[in-house]
Structures are given as structure tokens and as C-alpha cells.
């Protein structure tokens, strides 16, 4: 059974672009989410979808989006980029959602890997 | 907000040491949970704890849910090789709010 994809694996941008990044969740599952990891402040959930909605949301600007297709991919889109958005973007696919139940049955990509100059 | 106090920030034992490590908040969590991450690699769930004092076990790592519902320890004991990596405690609230801590990284000394 393939695992969660990410794409691209890495990604060099400049401020004041944007970037799309992707995500194929493990076949079957239904809810994605979304985390940023950066060495100042770790790890931090961004959102989480399921069957297209947005279900629950992080503390992080509207420069930050997401959104979910038909076939449970999910997009994530940064606008106008800033320095302090380089991180490891994590995408993590499972088959329940809701709070516990998500953390139970997720399983995390490699990441996309953003550096903003 | 709500903020997770990871400690040790790193750790230098010997193979075959037992391992501790804590998670510290001012805020009470409904949901504590352990992960481990490799490098090039995403976290991956090793504890799940649900009630305040329960203690769980998974092979050689034991958590623990602290009676006040503000902290959480993990333990492992008798350290092998492939133990190194980023340990990452979470707490989620009763909004399905997820917080992380910033991790404890393990090294094992030859």
C-alpha cells in the first residue's frame, strides 16, 4: 500500500510569491492535514480536512490555505511569501477524523521542504 | 495560547541506558500524545494516552498521563541504536486543538 506523497520535495521561492504544494493521501483515507515544522517553533498543526471541508484550523494567517478534491488529494497554498515561512511543510493522511481519532489512524509524509529568500 | 514545555531539549546516553523524558504545560489536555520522528521523515505515533493517570506501554517506551492533566512522561528503557531520533510530545484539548512540543532529541553514544 503506497504511503502519503508529497510534492515537490523541496522548493526555493522569494518573498512576496506563492506556492501550492500537494499532497496524495493513502488510498482510503478521507481526512488530510496539514502541519509546519520549522526549529524555532517545532511543529504546528495548520488545518485538517475531510470529504472537502475544512474541519478544524491552526492559529496561522489567511496567507495560509487549503483546500480538498473530490478524491481526497489536498492542496496547501502560502501567499505572498514572507522569510519566516521556510519550514518542512508535513502532510498527514488518515482514515478517521476527529480529534483522537485522526491522531490514531494518521500517518505523515516526507514533507515539502520551503525556503523563502 | 496554550504552550508545551519539552525537556530535555537533547539527550547523550550509552546504549542499553533507560531514557526520560517530560512534557510540562499550564494548561490541562484531554488528549496526551508521544511521537517519534527519524530525519527525512515524518512523526510517527507511538503513545496514545486519554485519562488522567493512565499509564500505557508499547514494547520498551511507557507514557504516562499526569493526574492534573498538565503533563506527560515518556520513558524507555534498555536503549538500543535505532531509539535515536526526535521524540515529540502533544496535548490536544477538548476543541481538537493539537499542541507540540518542541522535541527531545536522543543520541546514543558506541
Known amino acids: 500500500k503506497a504511503g502519503v506523497t508529497q510534492t515537490p520535495r523541496y522548493l526555493i521561492k522569494t518573498r512576496g510569491q506563492q506556492v501550492t504544494l500537494s499532497c496524495s493521501p493513502i488510498?482510503?483515507?478521507?481526512?488530510v492535514s496539514w502541519y509546519q515544522q520549522t526549529p524555532g517553533q517545532g511543529l504546528q498543526f495548520l488545518f485538517e480536512?475531510?470529504?472537502?471541508?475544512?474541519?478544524n484550523k491552526g492559529n496561522f494567517p489567511g496567507r495560509f490555505s487549503g483546500r480538498q478534491f473530490s478524491n481526497s488529494r489536498s492542496e496547501m497554498n502560502v501567499s505572498t511569501l514572507e522569510l519566516g515561512d521556510s519550514a518542512l511543510y508535513l502532510c498527514?493522511?488518515?482514515?478517521?477524523?476527529?480529534?483522537?481519532?485522526?491522531?490514531?489512524?494518521?500517518?505523515f509524509g516526507p514533507g515539502t521542504r520551503l525556503l523563502v529568500l | 495560547g496554550q504552550q508545551l514545555n519539552q525537556s530535555p531539549q537533547s539527550m547523550f546516553i550509552q546504549e542499553g541506558e533507560d531514557v526520560s523524558m517530560n512534557c510540562t504545560s499550564s494548561?490541562?489536555?484531554?488528549?496526551w500524545l508521544w511521537y517519534k520522528q527519524d530525519p527525512g521523515e515524518g512523526p510517527v505515533l507511538l503513545i496514545a494516552?486519554?485519562?488522567?493517570?493512565e499509564l500505557t506501554s508499547n514494547g520498551r517506551l511507557t507514557a504516562q498521563f499526569g493526574i492534573t492533566r498538565k503533563d506527560s512522561f515518556l520513558n524507555i528503557s534498555a536503549s538500543i541504536p535505532s531509539d535515536v531520533g526526535i521524540y515529540f510530545c502533544?496535548?490536544?484539548?477538548?476543541?481538537?486543538?493539537?499542541?507540540f512540543g518542541k522535541g527531545t532529541r536522543l543520541h546514543i553514544l558506541p
Open positions: 498527514a493522511s488518515s482514515l478517521r477524523a476527529g480529534g483522537r481519532y485522526t491522531q490514531e489512524t494518521q500517518y
Open positions: 488510498s482510503g483515507h478521507r481526512s
Open positions: 480536512y475531510f470529504s472537502e471541508t475544512q474541519r
Open positions: 494548561s490541562i489536555f484531554n488528549t
Open positions: 494516552l486519554y485519562k488522567a493517570g
Open positions: 502533544a496535548g490536544m484539548n477538548r476543541d481538537d486543538k493539537i499542541i
